[in-house]
């Protein structure tokens, strides 16, 4: 076998952990093969490889338990993510990838549910086909997943219409679930690898009677990307938060976009979604081992509206972008995050300490400006297989860390976190 040959089936084989949430994995390209869960091999051209990701946090937040005005802190134990990751090659250009996502565990109770279901048709570095349910192109965070962003709550933004469903218990029609849909996205890459890109269509907002997409208009999505300096070893169409070091030095920046007609709103008063955005990573390996990553994103949500906004009564009101069902409208407005870490080399114990700063503001049109701080540090075991993380924030941006949230009053509150995120 060939050295392509043979990387191109390392590729293949750590595809077991792609996977997202809120939601979503991704990013395994630098995870050595080995480690990508268990591979059983059938032929020279057929094999099928198995793996598990959990997720687990301990948080408590002030002010947000006992009566309206208390001093109490609320803790909760939280199990985040429960994942079940199976990839096969059937043929040397057909892949399948199958995973599973526990759904709402952290309510204590929850089912397992389909994350991904794909079709793979993988041709050359060019050209790729995948169709089934799978990630919508987006920014590099909703690329990440839980699993592969740097730090262990990196979704801080208004979500997009894929991620609404499930994640906010949204009644009537749905528009995907852990930041998948169904549809077909064509990949690929040119100048040795150092631009990506990726275009998708998807269903996206339901069609039917009665609902806001009564005609049945598709979303589509796209993803382009640069490598400026090495180029990042992650599978498909994916992303990584940080690689460690092992991609080298890296500067990559990429553009993306989502637009539906009719993908928000009510029968009566439909309204065109419209995502825009680009994202920024950074990582530089210095000689002493230590490793300086930097992330930034900025999103553009915007609505427009062909019949007026949506009233309270209106058939199958659909929110987007984040929010609570009540909501008759959709996010509108822009948000921004970034954070900035540095990866200690010399070891300590079983593992490296990852000491960070992350910044989020969300800007409403029309509503509150929000805000979070967050600084913490991440025991590193083995990369993002095995990872510690002790983490404060503070600001009002959802009372006490998380999502945006419509409702907060603007108080500022302060959270105290730690999450164990474990993988094979």
Not at 18 to 30: E, T
Request: proline fraction near 4%.
């Amino acid at each position: 076998m060939s050295d392509s040959s043979k990387k191109s089936a390392g590729r293949r084989r750590v595809a077991v952990w792609s996977a997202f949430g809120l939601a979503m994995a991704a990013a395994a390209g630098h995870v050595p093969a080995a480690l990508a869960g268990a591979t059983f091999k059938i032929d020279d051209t057929k094999w099928v490889s198995v793996g598990a990701g959990l997720r687990t946090s301990f948080g408590a937040s002030e002010d947000t338990a006992g009566r309206p005005g208390g001093e109490k802190w609320a803790t909760d134990f939280n199990l985040n993510n429960l994942r079940l990751y199976m990839n096969a090659q059937l043929h040397k250009y057909i892949k399948l990838e199958f995973n599973t996502e526990c759904a709402n565990c952290f309510e204590g109770g929850g089912e397992m549910r389909i994350l991904d279901g794909i079709a793979k048709f993988e041709f050359n570095d060019y050209a790729n086909v995948w169709a089934g349910r799978q990630l919508v192109p987006e920014g590099r965070i909703e690329m990440n997943g839980p699993f592969y962003s740097a730090t262990f709550e990196p979704f801080k933004t208004p979500f997009e219409p894929s991620d609404s469903s499930i994640a906010h218990y949204l009644p009537g029609p749905d528009a995907g679930t852990f930041g998948r849909d169904e549809g077909v996205n064509i990949w690929g890459a040119a100048f040795d690898g150092h631009l990506k890109y990726v275009f998708g269509a998807f269903e996206g907002l339901n069609h039917g009677s009665g609902t806001a997409n009564a005609d049945g208009n598709l979303l589509y999505a796209t993803r382009i990307a640069y490598n400026i300096l090495n180029v990042e070893k992650a599978p498909g169409y994916y992303t990584g938060g940080t690689a460690y070091g092992a991609d080298g030095d890296v500067l990559t920046v990429a553009g993306f976009g989502q637009y539906q007609e009719d993908g928000t709103g009510s029968f009566e008063h439909p309204g065109n979604v419209l995502l825009v955005g680009g994202d920024a990573k950074f990582e530089k390996v210095f000689g002493n081992g230590g490793v300086l990553t930097a992330n930034g994103e900025y999103k553009h949500f915007g609505i427009s509206y062909s019949n007026g906004t949506p009233l309270p009564g209106d058939t199958n009101n659909f929110t987007v972008g984040g929010g609570a069902g009540g909501l008759a409208r959709g996010f509108e407005g822009d948000a921004v995050t970034g954070n900035l870490l540095y990866l200690i080399p010399a070891k300590i114990g079983i593992g490296q300490f990852q000491p960070y700063v992350m910044y989020t503001e969300v800007m409403s049109e029309g509503g509150m400006d929000q805000s979070e701080y967050e600084g913490g540090v991440n025991y590193i075991i083995d990369g993002h297989n095995a990872r510690i993380s002790l983490l404060w924030q503070g600001g009002d941006l959802s009372g006490g860390g998380g999502i945006w949230n419509p409702t907060a009053n603007g108080n500022f509150v302060n959270a105290i976190k730690l999450g164990v995120q474990l993988q094979i």
